[in-house]
């Protein structure tokens, strides 16, 4: 609002010249206007700015390739007094820092964590020149989520799956179970009376669970945006794909700061693997060290990866 306060000054130094070059009672009271105006302006906007009530509802996760509403959700019962504010941007994975002062949403490009602070929230008089503070400073960082990339290469799960059993723990109930003779201390609820009754021995269905061994998802967060875009678009849909089996899993994932090591068992710790991933910093490096497992894909950057 400075250039409202500089067209006031140079509106009051022309009457004033006016003024003494005229003389006449019309420039004294045009001066007499312009310097009280700013003072009528206050006193017509002060219920205003009293009850005007600013509200920035800024989403916690979107989407790569949605727009991120800026503009704040303003309240007041009179006509809305004049508003400013100012975004400061950053982006952890370029270190890109930049200032936006307009209401045009935002678009997320690309995936990571834009981190928005609010600074200098303002309200105004309707003539803009006297203005106070319109809420508080916050800080608030909001996770680009990548879209699922199709992956067709993925390594055969048969011999994976084609594990072999073990009884299963504490027992319980599973889908797939061995029969042996019933042994004091089983549970009862297992015995197979069916089978009991024709073989006239107490037969005992025993819970099995499968033995298998690891399975690792391998990746460097590096490159491009676009290409990092890619990397964490498909291993959104490998890891979605395997937890849809009802696989657990491994990600060893190389970034700026070190290998992370994240265990993925069910959606909600793969979402919380995924966050930390688009707030983690880039590496240089494009080779993961070697890794040791029963079932191991490395994700690229590459949309056609072979």
Not at 50 to 71: D, M, N, Y
Not at 223 to 230: K, V
Not at 268 to 296: D, F
Request: glycine share 6%; charged share 25%.
């Amino acid at each position: 609002m400075h250039s409202r306060r500089i067209l006031y000054l140079i509106a009051l130094i022309g009457c004033v010249g006016f003024y003494i070059a005229y003389g006449q009672w019309l420039s004294w009271l045009l001066l007499m206007a312009l310097v009280f105006l700013p003072l009528f302006s206050l006193l017509l906007s002060l219920p205003a700015m009293l009850l005007l009530k600013a509200r920035f509802s800024l989403p916690g996760a979107v989407q790569i390739g949605e727009q991120i509403p800026l503009k704040p959700e303003l309240k007041c019962p009179l006509p809305c007094p004049l508003v400013s504010w100012q975004y400061r941007i950053s982006t952890p994975f370029t270190g890109e820092l930049r200032k936006r002062k307009d209401d045009t949403p935002l678009l997320a490009k690309h995936c990571g964590c834009i981190k928005l602070e609010l600074r200098k929230p303002r309200k105004y008089d309707y003539l803009g020149l006297f203005r106070w503070r319109l809420c508080r400073r916050f800080t608030q960082e909001i996770l680009v989520w990548p879209k699922p990339v199709p992956v067709e290469n993925l390594p055969s799960l048969k011999r994976y799956l084609a594990a072999r059993w073990k009884p299963k723990p504490g027992g319980g109930f599973a889908e797939n179970y061995e029969l042996r003779v019933y042994r004091p201390g089983d549970n009862l609820r297992q015995i197979h009376w069916k089978l009991a009754a024709k073989t006239g021995k107490l037969i005992t269905r025993e819970p099995s669970v499968p033995v298998r061994g690891k399975m690792v998802l391998t990746m460097c967060l590096s490159g491009q945006l676009d290409e990092i875009d890619t990397k964490l678009g498909k291993l959104l849909y490998v890891s979605q794909y395997l937890l849809k089996m009802e696989l657990s899993h491994e990600l060893h994932c190389l970034t700026g700061d070190g290998m992370k090591v994240y265990a993925i068992s069910d959606t909600q710790t793969m979402e919380e693997a995924m966050a930390e991933l688009l707030c983690a910093s880039l590496t240089v490096e494009r080779e993961m060290p070697k890794i040791r497992a029963s079932w191991l894909y490395h994700i690229g950057g590459e949309q056609d990866e072979v």
